[in-house]
């Protein structure tokens, strides 16, 4: 199959350099430009301040294009938050979560977006109410696919059925790479070291994930109330007599850190994607450390980059890194990281 | 490279009214990724040389407004927001405000994104002078 992959950066890559103030939105789209990337994926929420109100603005709408155009990128992908739970006594009504929906949808077709991400949070109902209105500003709604979901699943099937009933063209997924880890990233494991980690518990954890990876990750199912969902899966993934593994080896709170964190990552069969490529129009290229000969810690890149070839995929593979918040105590360079994770995936795909 | 810096290094001083010390106030940035309204920030704990302070007792202030805790449970207004990578001022109400010194303050962010199974609970430490 002919394929069509092109990268992108998620500005969420920058955040700690955004935060320090030492890029700003245009910094970060110069940094995304400088690494060879031609798609830019937007975090509306993180990088434009007093939201949603800018988007709204004819001027800023004309600058933010022209920094497009300084800048030779293209809009891939908006990053929406279904703040559901705006007010604190209640959840909004399904009207009220459509609205917020439609806002989002018509805020990406202003920015240039043809894609819009949505949280794994989103009720189903949220998403087949919106469809009708993302057909009309024709803005894709995708729904992130991000560990501990997976394609392939009872979870995902769900939303296959509603895809099939309603013939909706405007609905897909949007995997994330963190569900294509074959181990937990070093930066966790470094990062538990230095909080005082002992070696015996770190193993054990290791060994536990490979063996999930090995016997394959029982996955989750789908429930709205995440919290509960999350914890049957982590049980049935054996979380439980790890942790008593952990404990009796005598684990302290930087062990036990690092093997509750260890259940944030997972492992899908890079096959996932392509028996489901027809539904995914874009990708989180989720990485966690790139290092200097361009292999990344966790991410399987050359497997799953092989197998959207494979499937002919048309679109983008977005870096989104995330190895920043185990560095916080020592330093972050994300843009060093995004550099080498650009050039991981250009060698990948053009390989 | 240099570890994340959270709270503002001169933004720790008492309030001051009518030329008597009310409480203190000190300025750090949300440890979160993004911008939020105030309304989904549930919590901020304060805790100064092992003495806590009552919810009631604590305000944040940006950009140019001034909350309770509980007000700002209700703070949707895109002016008000709590923008990523900004300090936030917090008023503690103590008589007599902090002595001029060393201290040492533990605030607790706890915010809570609609789609997120548990709340982020973020602990800041840090040690600090009054002058």
């Excluded at chain 1, 199959?1 to 950066?9: F, L, N, V």
């Excluded at chain 1, 022209?66 to 009207?95: M, Q, V, W």
């Excluded at chain 1, 087949?128 to 696919?145: C, D, F, Q, R, T």
Aim: with cysteine; aromatic share 12%; charged share 25%.
């Amino acid at each position: 199959m002919s394929y069509d992959i092109k990268r992108s950066i998620s500005l969420y890559s920058y955040q700690d350099e955004y935060y320090d103030g030492k890029l700003d939105l245009e910094g970060c789209l110069r940094e995304t430009a400088k690494t060879g990337a031609t798609g830019v994926e937007l975090l509306a929420e993180q990088m434009i301040k007093r939201f949603p109100l800018p988007i709204e603005d004819e001027e800023f709408r004309a600058d933010w294009f022209a920094k497009l155009d300084k800048y030779g990128l293209t809009p891939s992908c908006y990053d929406a938050f279904l703040e559901n739970r705006i007010y604190s006594n209640r959840t909004l009504s399904l009207g009220e979560q459509i609205n917020m929906m439609c806002r989002d949808l018509r805020l990406a077709s202003l920015l240039g977006f043809p894609v819009l991400r949505t949280l794994v949070s989103t009720p189903m109902d949220v998403i087949e109410g919106s469809l009708e209105y993302a057909a009309k500003v024709n803005v894709k709604i995708g729904l992130e696919v991000h560990a501990p979901f997976s394609l392939n699943s009872s979870w995902a099937d769900g939303y296959m059925e509603m895809i099939t009933r309603t013939g909706t063209k405007h609905f897909g997924f949007i995997p994330d790479m963190g569900i294509f880890c074959k181990n937990v990233p070093d930066v966790l494991r470094d990062k538990a070291r230095r909080q005082g980690a002992k070696e015996e518990c770190l193993k054990i954890v290791d060994d536990a994930y490979a063996a999930r990876v090995a016997k394959g990750f029982v996955k989750i199912k789908y429930d709205l109330d995440l919290g509960k969902a999350n914890m049957e899966y982590r049980m049935a993934n054996g979380m439980k007599e790890m942790m008593e593994a952990v404990e009796k080896a005598g684990g302290g709170p930087a062990d036990m850190m690092y093997a509750g964190t260890s259940f944030t990552y997972s492992w899908s069969d890079p096959q996932d994607l392509i028996d489901n490529i027809d539904y995914i129009f874009h990708t989180h290229a989720k990485f966690y450390n790139v290092h200097e000969d361009y292999v990344e810690t966790a991410v399987a890149i050359p497997e799953v980059v092989a197998a959207y070839k494979k499937a002919g995929y048309k679109g983008f593979l977005s870096s989104e890194y995330e190895g920043g918040e185990h560095l916080r105590d020592v330093g972050v360079d994300s843009i060093e990281q995004c550099r080498r994770h650009q050039e991981a995936l250009r060698r990948a795909i053009e390989g | 490279m240099a570890a994340r810096q959270i709270f503002n290094p001169d933004g720790f001083k008492n309030i001051v009214e009518d030329g008597k010390a009310t409480g203190f106030q000190f300025e750090f940035k949300a440890q979160y990724y993004r911008g939020f309204t105030l309304s989904i920030l549930h919590n901020i704990s304060v805790n100064v040389d092992g003495e806590d302070f009552a919810r009631e007792d604590i305000c944040i202030s940006v950009h140019g407004e001034t909350f309770t805790l509980d007000q700002a449970l209700t703070v949707v207004d895109s002016d008000y927001r709590w923008e990523f990578g900004e300090y936030a001022a917090i008023l503690v109400k103590k008589d007599g405000g902090l002595a001029p010194g060393k201290h040492h303050i533990k605030a607790v962010q706890l915010i809570v994104p609609s789609y997120m199974p548990f709340p982020t609970e973020a602990v800041c430490e840090t040690d600090f002078v009054i002058e």
